[in-house]
């Protein structure tokens, strides 16, 4: 006589089913009616997993964070954390269920300011405060697909890559481009060549700054043609740009030029500060070498200030990871205890300020300075030593060599 089976969830023989699924060792069973139901609980699961809202601190939140480890750049940071927040509640927003809800756009950002301001070091940071995964990537290593360098998609395979290979993840991490401006189109014979590592960047980049689905090969190396690669959807992931557009501040001054009116125009010309009345427009960036498609992706446009002697004086002690903190505790672990006078400190930044390096020069004029002391002291019994203003002025005209290779 043949056994009747039954269903394992339901307990309904096979008699009162379409359909019966053994188990691979034969001992249980799962008919079609207890399928569709567990199909529709994993549906409903993964619906509610691809719409959890992000969590997100408040503008105020982000700002007090930022100046926790940015010293300076007020305005910057600000602004930065307005954007910020704006982009990951339209993420939240766009998630929500709200019937004939009207599509946010996405805005990335342009941070232009010269060296060492802290450009790079406000994006990496607003990654570590959301916790979302970051990436930083060089714009001069950039070139079309199919040409010598970096195609554009490796930005998005280095991202997943530091996302955990987590595509969720990814889509809504950030990505920093720096030296963004040195892809600006050859002004010089540029019928005459392809600009492949310039103009032809800003083509490439255009897609995936506005938001499109793309394919990347999962471990960071060029695509092939045989090759497995992962969808990445751009829509959420926050893209800032940086650079220091050294001749802008000539294009301003010349637009402004041209708009003066009267006969008192150089006189008038004379008492213009850009940095302080005039804001960058999207037309000095086009006519910098920025193509027009390329600047409207880019509409949230922050400046960040030259750092002066007291705000690098403030980055050298304030700051939790402050320099001069990491030094006392690399000499604590010898047992000496280090301190730098106040003039010292003064000097530091005056040398920096001379090279021209803003925060970034602080570590390699501290190196350079201290390469001695760092090379003795271990070998002797003191206990604690003072830095002065003697050993920072010693630097001569070969250590500025020094630090600048340090940098």
């Known amino acids: 006589m043949e056994t009747e089976t039954f269903c394992s969830f339901c307990g309904k023989n096979q008699s009162e089913v379409k359909k019966l699924v053994a ?44 100046d926790k480890y940015i010293i300076g750049q007020d305005k910057a940071k600000k602004t930065m954390a307005v954007a910020v927040y704006n982009h990951y509640k339209r993420i939240n927003y766009n998630l929500s269920s709200i019937e004939n809800k009207v599509e946010l756009d996405k805005s990335n950002v342009l941070l232009i300011g010269p060296t060492g301001v802290g450009k790079t070091l406000i994006a990496k940071t607003l990654a570590r405060i959301l916790k979302v995964p970051f990436v930083c990537v ?28 987590d595509i969720k993840k990814a889509e809504i991490g950030i990505v920093y481009i720096d030296e963004i401006d040195k892809i600006a189109k050859r ?8 600009d492949v590592s310039g103009e032809g960047v800003q083509q490439a980049l255009l897609k995936i700054l506005e938001g499109t689905k793309v394919n990347i090969s999962p471990n960071g190396t ?52 850009y940095k302080q009345n005039e804001t960058i427009t999207p037309n000095d960036l086009i006519e910098f070498g920025l193509i027009p498609e390329f600047v409207g992706r880019l509409p949230v446009v922050i400046e ?35 301190e730098f006078d106040e003039n010292a400190l003064k000097q530091i930044a005056q040398k920096a300020l001379e090279l021209k390096m803003g925060a970034r020069g602080l570590r390699s004029i501290l190196e350079v300075s201290m390469l001695d002391i760092m090379f003795n002291l271990p070998s002797q019994k003191n206990t604690k030593i003072v830095i002065n203003e003697n050993q920072i002025k010693n630097l001569n005209q070969n250590n500025k060599t020094e630090i600048s290779a340090v940098s």
Do not use: M, W
């Open 222 to 273: 060029r695509k092939h043609p045989n090759q497995e690669t992962v969808e990445i959807n751009t829509s959420n992931i926050l893209f800032i740009c940086g650079g220091a557009f050294v001749n802008l501040a000539s294009i301003i001054k010349n637009r402004t030029k041209r708009s003066s009116v009267g006969f008192s125009l150089k006189n008038n010309i004379q008492k213009i500060d």
């Open 187 to 194: 002004s010089e014979n540029r019928n005459l060549t392809r």
């Open 23 to 66: 188990s691979p060792d034969g001992t249980s069973y799962i008919c079609n009616n207890c399928i569709d139901i567990c199909t529709e609980i994993l549906k409903e699961q993964e619906q509610k997993n691809n719409k959890q809202k992000f969590k997100l601190p408040t503008p105020l939140e982000i700002k007090n964070q930022l």
């Open 138 to 165: 060089d714009a001069t290593t950039l070139t079309e697909a199919g040409y010598v360098g970096d195609d554009v998609e490796s930005i998005l395979s280095k991202l997943f890559i530091n996302a955990d290979y």
């Open 304 to 338: 960040l200030e030259n750092l002066d002697e007291k705000t690098l004086i403030d980055i050298l002690t304030t700051p939790k990871n402050s320099l001069i903190s990491q030094y006392k505790t690399i000499f604590k672990l010898d047992g000496i205890d280090l």
